[in-house]
């Protein structure tokens, strides 16, 4: 068994040493903070309660996985780990910092990893005496019970080191895929359709939130519309997410951040944590009515789902991930009802390519523009399965 050393005691922290603590696997959780550390024991310590009240563990076998992890507030319990998970704010020169730091007391033969959601694996690793140990490992929130795991190699990183960071996070029970060290990795790149195609319907006043939500989720099957899914993560994770892509893939109009929710952002109105965003969460307020008009909720749903097949198809061409790892991502990373490869090919390839073709004719923005691979499989008629 490896041991394993994770940096941040936070949900995200807590909920990786629990997946791995689970596993069998001996944890040292660090933190500079001893109120972080002693929260999360105690909240583990509930967990488990639980998890005993519904016979999922014994009392013993639960007590046992807690005692796995040792809670640490000195990095000089790090010397003897095999692997490194870095889960602390989503800051680049904070993460260099922590990596130079750590990379001096480790072994050198410690793989060192950063659960980074968007930042560059690259730029993380260049702080470091052995970059090609460096790598990412992005695992979604809540760990425990999200399977999906992006694992991203940056150009620095040996050979290899990918395939055996994939066989250990099988052998805990998730589900890896392996993805290009580029701006939002799968999840957080080919989602943003979801969103900002969403918000795009809303601000040009071709439906309110309430139908497009009630579009998204009668006729596209997702668990939950595109507004109660931002309201629900919260625009402070969520609008610095799509600006942080914009930023990284230079301005691509593609990823282009809303004014509406940067407003929303700026005002404070983060969606549930905060009792408003796009909906209004006080008591005693209800949502409206969507419009339930059968030609508008086809209409919506389909351009919002040919932007999203669009962008990963796009991820394909540029060889970001491959087939069976797009799909994988998109329906355990964010709970998608399909994979988005396969709904092209269930949608029809030819009619993505029209309905594209379609909104670019009308807008002339770069947002639209259709992916090369997409018209290429039209023209061989081909298909993505």
């Not at 999922?56 to 992890?69: G, L, R, V």
């Not at 640490?72 to 319990?77: G, Q, T, W």
């Amino acid at each position: 068994m490896k041991k394993i050393g994770i940096i941040g005691g936070g949900a995200m922290g807590s909920g990786i040493a629990q997946v791995f603590a689970q596993a069998g696997h001996p944890v040292v959780l660090y933190d500079t903070n001893q109120d972080a550390l002693d929260r999360s024991k105690q909240n583990l310590a509930k967990t488990f309660e639980k998890l005993v009240a519904k016979e999922k563990y014994t009392a013993e076998k639960a007590q046992e996985i807690q005692d796995a992890i040792e809670y640490a507030s000195n990095l000089e319990a790090f010397a003897s780990i095999d692997l490194m998970i870095e889960a602390i704010i989503e800051n680049l020169d904070i993460k260099k910092s922590v990596f130079k730091q750590v990379g001096e007391i480790v072994s050198e033969n410690c793989i060192l990893a950063s659960n980074t959601s968007s930042l560059s694996i690259a730029s993380i690793a260049s702080a470091c005496t052995n970059p090609e140990r460096v790598i990412g490992i992005h695992f979604f929130n809540p760990a425990p019970l999200m399977a999906l795991v992006e694992i991203i190699p940056a150009v620095q990183t040996r050979e290899g080191l990918a395939e055996e960071i994939k066989a250990l996070i099988q052998s805990v029970g998730k589900l890896p895929v392996i993805t290009k060290d580029t701006p939002g990795f799968i999840v957080n790149r080919v989602a943003r359709p979801f969103y900002s195609e969403s918000i795009r319907i809303l601000e040009e006043g071709v439906a309110d939130a309430e139908t497009i939500d009630f579009a998204m989720t009668s006729l596209g099957g997702f668990r939950m519309g595109p507004f109660e899914l931002m309201d629900f993560i919260g625009h402070d994770v969520n609008y610095r997410v799509t600006e942080s892509v914009f930023e990284s893939f230079f301005y691509d109009p593609r990823f282009k951040p809303s004014f509406s929710q940067k407003r929303l952002f700026e005002a404070g109105y983060y969606g549930r944590k905060s009792g408003r965003g796009f909906y209004n969460y006080a008591e005693g307020v209800e949502k409206k009515a969507p419009n339930q008009d059968q030609a508008l909720l086809e209409k919506i749903y389909k351009r919002v789902l040919v932007m999203l097949i669009n962008e990963a198809a796009d991820a394909l061409f540029l060889n970001i991930a491959n087939r069976e790892d797009l799909d994988t991502a998109m329906t355990k990373g964010v709970n998608y009802p399909k994979g988005l490869l396969k709904w092209a090919d269930e949608y029809g390839i030819e009619n993505v390519q029209n309905d594209l073709d379609e909104l670019y004719n009308h807008y002339h923005e770069d947002r639209y523009r259709l992916s090369p691979i997409i018209r290429n499989m039209v023209k061989e008629n081909k298909t993505f399965y």
